[in-house]
């Protein structure tokens, strides 16, 4: 099969597209026929050599599959060839304490496809039979393929993790990115006031689009002087923020008294400064998440497949264009996902 691999770390130039040997499935597998594959920022962090991602190399990237089951390894009966699906973006091994609870992406060998096991930048792909969902005859595999790992990370945010209300007033940082855009979906759905921060004049009609309230350009204003505008000084219940230090300092300063700051990553890097004092006194939340649960999973897939959210598919790249793809990725030209088809 063809594939987009790399032997060694480092920047786009190192992307190959390649023969490779087709994948077999063993008891309780599926191979599926790869579709799409969406893009996400880890598939650049991995292809770097950033630490906290172990691979063996050559490695094959790619979180999020939509496809067609091509075979079935023995024991298999859930799923059969032909049918349409999605792969579950994490991998628990549903026998540890935070498994059996539910809670499978604190799993102790929790770990992400496309980082613990090869990926969708591939014609084929070796997924476990339980990971796959089926799909609605109607939904379009490019955008079944932009919405589960997004989508699961926002709805873990809002919905797990700050435990979003009705009526209260969310900011979402970077509302063209794939988190953000979800975020934004999903803070309209549960009925929140919504108010996004985006990095041209270009994306505030589209985060528009998707229901935000009012949209901020934070690269022509202070997204802290608009926010306290918007709100009459009060100030928001809920920041949904994946950027770190460079919003840091003012997002928790925007925190209502009571307000929760969720996090799920660290574009502009891995530290931040932080006065206690300022935390404790106004009854602060700082909440970390990663990823989401099996359930939250089927959850958005329903929404998802009843059009009540919408991932939006900025562009699609042929597989052999990978490296082009994750170029623009990096560059922040995308407002949603871009998408891979073999």
């Not at 990237?61 to 023995?74: L, P, Q």
């Not at 498994?99 to 499978?104: A, L, P």
């Not at 070796?126 to 790992?149: C, I, R, T, V």
């Not at 990553?265 to 602060?284: E, K």
């Amino acid at each position: 099969m063809k594939a987009v691999i790399f032997r060694r770390h480092g920047g786009p130039e190192v992307l190959e597209y390649t023969d490779v040997p087709d994948p077999s499935p063993g008891p309780g597998d599926i191979i599926v026929r790869v579709k799409a594959c969406a893009l996400n920022h880890l598939d650049c962090w991995i292809r770097q050599g950033i630490a906290a991602y172990r691979i063996s190399l050559p490695h094959i990237s790619g979180c999020d599959v939509a496809g067609i089951v091509e075979r079935v390894g023995e024991g298999v009966t859930a799923r059969r060839a032909g049918d349409r699906v999605i792969l579950a973006p994490g991998l628990s091994c549903g026998r540890c304490e935070w498994c059996r609870r539910g809670d499978d992406n604190l799993c102790v060998s929790y770990g992400i496809r496309g980082s613990a096991a090869p990926g969708g930048y591939a014609e084929l792909i070796l997924a476990k039979a339980s990971d796959a969902l089926l799909l609605p005859a109607d939904l379009p595999f490019n955008e079944a393929a932009a919405f589960p790992l997004v989508f699961l990370t926002a709805w873990h945010m809002l919905v797990g993790r700050a435990e979003l209300q009705a009526g209260e007033t969310v900011l979402v940082h970077a509302a063209g990115s794939g988190v953000g855009h979800a975020a934004v979906q999903i803070a309209k759905h549960l009925k929140a006031r919504v108010l996004a921060t985006v990095g041209s004049d270009a994306k505030i009609p589209k985060a528009e689009t998707l229901g935000a309230d009012a949209v901020i350009n934070y690269r022509r204003e202070p997204f802290e002087e608009r926010v306290r505008q918007l709100t009459d000084g009060r100030g928001v219940d809920v920041v949904v923020e994946h950027i770190g230090p460079e919003v840091w300092e003012g997002s928790l300063r925007l925190l209502a008294k009571g307000g929760r700051l969720v996090t799920c990553g660290a574009t502009s890097g891995p530290s931040v400064t932080l006065d206690l004092r300022y935390v404790f006194s106004r009854q602060l939340s700082l909440l970390g998440s990663t990823m989401g649960t099996r359930a939250e999973l089927s959850t958005v897939a329903q929404l998802v497949a009843g059009r009540v959210l919408r991932p939006v598919v900025d562009t699609v790249f042929p597989l052999r264009e990978a490296r082009a793809a994750q170029e623009r990725l990096l560059r922040r030209e995308v407002f949603g996902k871009l998408v891979l088809a073999p």
